[in-house]
T-cell receptor, first 111, second 114 residues
């Protein structure tokens, strides 16, 4: 079993929809949770970073962490065609500075 | 402020050839990383350097060596390339203090080994 599981998609939604992207994990030591966006043939770009449990909002993006269920989510409101990309989750335990990445979910937002 | 830069952008090697991938960051970051990205496998850590003068193996270090030349530069060397090393290679660096867990990536090097 992989430490971090992420549905590869593709996930296709109409413009304006609310998108929910998710990752599950098995290592209870993970405390830092990140979401990256990666456009085709580009490097990953950090979107959101959350420590421990709870929610964090930044514009149209909301990151949610449920440590009791070992489940994290990224919500995108009012999705736009420019949001079409692969979204990667990543996690790290305190003090390790090593990151475990999910395989990424490919999102397509249709105009 | 260029962030994280990588050279070359593309490379084709024959089996058995060697090459060095270069990475530099201008953000005064302490930690630097090398990953490979393959379809269906996500990003896998090859080596990392928590600070200048130290390097550690990641998940897939076999066939690679690294050098942390100074605080800015972290290179990855393939001594004898194999087709299994065909991949996209990303260098990354971490912020520090309150940004210690924020990782910034370079644009990648696409390597094909024939």
């Amino acid at each position: 079993q992989k430490e971090v599981e992420q549905d590869p998609g593709p996930l296709s939604v109409p413009e304006g929809a609310i998108v929910s992207l998710n990752c599950t994990y098995s290592n209870s030591a993970f405390q830092y949770f990140m979401w990256y966006r990666q456009y085709s043939r580009k490097g990953p770009e950090l979107l959101m970073y959350t420590y421990s449990s709870g929610n964090k909002e930044d514009g149209r993006f909301t990151a949610q962490v449920d440590k009791s269920s070992k489940y994290i989510s990224l919500f995108i409101r009012d999705s736009q065609p420019s949001d079409s990309a692969t979204y990667l989750c990543a996690m790290s335990a305190e003090g390790t500075y090593k990151y475990i990445f999910g395989t990424g979910t490919r999102l397509k937002v249709l105009a | 402020n260029a962030g994280v830069t990588q050279t070359p952008k593309f490379q084709v090697l024959k089996t058995g050839q060697s090459m060095t991938l270069q990475c530099a960051q201008d953000m005064n970051h302490n930690s630097m990383y090398w990953y490979r990205q393959d379809p269906g496998m996500g990003l896998r850590l090859i080596y990392y350097s928590a600070s200048e003068g130290t390097t550690d193996k990641g998940e897939v270090p076999n066939g690679y060596n690294v050098s942390r030349l100074n605080k800015r530069e972290f290179s990855l060397r393939l001594e004898s390339a194999a087709p299994s090393q065909t991949s996209v290679y990303f260098c990354a660096s971490n912020g520090w203090g309150t940004e210690a867990y924020e990782q910034y990536f370079g644009p990648g090097t696409r390597l094909t080994v024939t």
